[in-house]
């Protein structure tokens, strides 16, 4: 056999070499590479804090780039690179501090499981965020009835004792009746016959004697009334409305018996002259307008200190601010707010007064004002940029409504402070949910009216915290 030439065995072995490194090299699949994460600069959570009751649950929600979806979540978490641009995607961890409080889970549902407070941390590599959560144990929710005859019934007004006021009405919500509810029994008001037919009464407030102010209408023109275990005091108000066509409303009472109520011409749409009063003994006595359209009380305290608004006459559409009187004959003191969109819920024993106002922002906020001082601004709900409030107890809770995105109403909330809660969150879904909330006494006790969920009736309704 003849050898092989040198030269070709050189070539040859040039050649399995060439084939041997190529077999090495698998680059067209190559192995997986980890993805690497964009730098992160801040991570939060909005709110910072939330409250459960036993039982319930939240979803920690991470942002996307659906600003939709992301003011829809309840919680939200926000990443961000060292430049402030906004990052997504990111992968995080849940921890929480006492499980046996309130428990996530990987994927940041939480649940409350006890009463007591714990803190969920989110982490994204070395950065977290925390989230204060408070359990507590579910309200119960009554429903109040109604009277005979009616379809839907409201409450508006709740005393220390726990007996509430209200209206019931008819489906499409005439011929109005008002009831005092206590211990789960509701009893129409009655008034005397020399008034003629009664078209309609509500009851807008109950003091701790358990006497009630109200409004009625009836054929011989509008009252206010003072109600108490079937003996009623009427004040007839027309003579402070000449030369204007108009009704009067009642709209506090303080536990002296002195109610405060306002009155606007009838028929009027816009710029709407109009008046205040109060009422003592049956004598209906009116506020001075200070020069203004209309002037609207909304509280009186048993000091017989008033808050209310003031409105002034426009050539578009009225505007409002709120207003504080140490009598009703003192100079009118005009709360440092809106001059154009402000106003009074009420008055507490101490003279703070509870109100919304328009902030420099663009945001409608809820305060607590004392007299001397500045407004202190609560919460807003988050995604939400308007929040009144219309009614407080002495601990300083509040209660009124929120707007959020997506909501097909106002949500009624509770303002503790800073947070914001909102009341259908307070109790375990049943038959019923709120609507609308009225008033707060100082044991926490919440009234209002919602729907039933299977018929749609609307519904007086009374929220009592645990004990």
């Not at 507590?136 to 009616?150: D, V």
């Not at 003191?333 to 663009?362: C, F, H, K, M």
């Not at 038959?431 to 926490?444: E, K, M, P």
């Amino acid at each position: 056999m003849r050898s092989m030439n040198p030269s070709r065995r050189v070539l040859r072995f040039a050649l399995g070499a060439l084939l041997a490194l190529a077999a090495c090299d698998d680059s067209s699949h190559p192995e997986p590479v980890a993805a690497v994460e964009a730098v992160l600069g801040s991570l939060s959570v909005e709110p910072v804090a939330a409250t459960l009751v036993v039982g319930s649950t939240v979803p920690i929600t991470q942002q996307t780039p659906d600003p939709a979806a992301n003011a829809r979540a309840r919680i939200l978490v926000v990443s961000r690179d060292p430049a402030g641009t906004p990052l997504f995607g990111r992968r995080l961890r849940f921890t929480s501090s006492a499980p046996g409080v309130a428990e996530v889970s990987d994927s940041g549902v939480v649940r409350a499981v006890a009463p007591g407070t714990a803190r969920i941390t989110i982490a994204s590599g070395t950065f977290t965020a925390e989230l204060r959560v408070t359990v507590e144990r579910p309200y119960t929710l009554t429903y109040l009835g109604t009277l005979p005859g009616a379809e839907q019934s409201r409450a508006t007004s709740i005393n220390e004792l726990g007996q509430v006021v209200g209206y019931t009405a008819g489906a499409s919500g005439n011929v109005q009746r008002a009831f005092f509810w206590e211990s789960g029994r509701m009893t129409a008001l009655t008034f005397p016959d020399t008034l003629g037919m009664v078209y309609s009464a509500d009851a807008v407030a109950v003091n701790e004697a358990g006497q009630v102010a109200g409004t009625l209408y009836t054929s011989t023109g509008y009252y206010v009334y003072l109600w108490r275990s079937g003996a009623s005091t009427l004040a007839r108000i027309s003579a402070l409305i000449s030369p204007y066509q108009g009704s009067g409303v009642a709209r506090a009472l303080n536990d002296r018996g002195e109610i405060v109520g306002s009155w606007r011409a009838d028929f009027c749409t816009r710029n709407c002259p109009g008046g205040g009063f109060v009422v003592r003994g049956g004598q209906a006595v009116g506020l001075s307008n200070y020069g203004k359209l209309r002037i609207e009380p909304a509280g009186i305290n048993n000091a017989g200190q008033i808050a209310g608004t003031l409105y002034t006459g426009g050539a578009g559409t009225e505007s409002g601010q709120a207003f504080f009187l140490e009598s009703e004959r003192a100079p009118l003191t005009l709360l440092p707010t809106s001059q154009v969109a402000s106003g009074a819920g009420g008055i507490d024993e101490q003279g703070r007064v509870v109100g919304t106002d328009l902030v420099l922002s663009g945001t409608v906020r809820p305060f607590f004002w004392s007299p001397g001082g500045a407004p202190t601004y609560l919460g807003v709900l988050r995604s939400g940029s308007a929040s009144r409030a219309t009614r407080a107890n002495a601990q300083g809770v509040a209660i009124g409504s929120s707007d959020c995105f997506g909501c097909t109403a106002l949500v009624p909330v509770l303002f503790r402070g800073a947070e914001v809660v909102r009341v259908n969150d307070l109790f375990v879904a049943g038959d019923w949910s709120f609507d609308a909330v009225t008033d707060i006494n100082d044991r926490g006790q919440v009234v209002g009216y919602g729907k039933n969920r299977t018929t749609g009736a609307t519904g007086a309704l009374l929220l009592t915290p645990a004990p």
